[in-house]
Structure formats: structure tokens, C-alpha cells
């Protein structure tokens, strides 16, 4: 049972380290979109004197298309480099609370198996009633055997 679960939390593991590795490629490819961007922005920006450029456009003309946002909406800060010790403290941490759930979910199922042994075992009220009047009955036809 025990390798069963490490097994999938290894499996877990791997899966965030892919997923991990895949948005640390794409941020590096939004870093490089950005560095040729800036690239490109100065090199049309070096030719410009006095509010008009070579070309004879105004600088404000040329510029709109440069401020073009093309990369995420939001900040996202550069992520720091994740040690190896890092890694294993972050995984432990994960596993501590997975344990912790499926220990939590184990003790809730084994109270819910008590309740319903409970329930299933305690008589109802119509049951008792059921029992009284089959006694009753079986009594009454013993009391007629009797005189009989």
C-alpha cells in the first residue's frame, strides 16, 4: 500500500518537474521576444531629431506601433533558480501534507463505516413495533392452543 502511494507521489513529482521545466523555457522565450523588441526599438529610435524622424513621420507616429504591449498582461517577477536542497524541502513539505490529508480522509471514512454499522444495526421504530406484534401474535395463538 505504502509503495503503491510513494509511487504516485513520485509520479506527482514528475509531472510538476515537466511542467515546471516547460513554463521556464516559455519565460525564457518571453525574455528573448523582449530583448529583440528592445533591439528593434532603438535601432528606429536612433534616427529620430526634433520631433520628426528620417522618414519625415512624426517621432509620436513612429513610436505608436513600438508600445504595442506583446508579452503577458501582468508582472511577473524572474523566478529564482530552485536548489537541489530547495527542491527536496518543497517535495517533503508536499508529501507531509498529502500524508496528512489521506490520513485526515482515512479517519473521516472510518467514522462514516461506524455510523452507518450503527444505524444499520439499530432497530427502528417501526421494527420494534413489527417485533411487539409478531410476539403478541405468537403468544395469543399459544393462549388459544392452551384452551384448546
Known sequence: MQKKENQKYQESIKELEATLAKNEADEQLDLDKIAEEQDTVSKKTKGTMHG????????????LPMCQQTGPLFYEPVRKQETEEDKVTRYERVIDTLRKQ????????KQA??????????????????????????????AHKKQA
Open 102 to 109: 489521506m490520513e485526515n480522509e482515512r479517519r473521516l471514512l
Open 52 to 63: 520628426t524622424t528620417v522618414q519625415g513621420r512624426s517621432s509620436t507616429e513612429s513610436f
Open 113 to 142: 463505516r461506524i455510523q452507518l454499522n450503527r444505524d444499520m444495526s439499530s432497530k427502528t421504530e417501526l421494527e420494534i413495533l413489527l417485533k411487539q406484534a409478531v410476539d403478541k401474535v405468537i403468544s395469543e395463538r399459544k
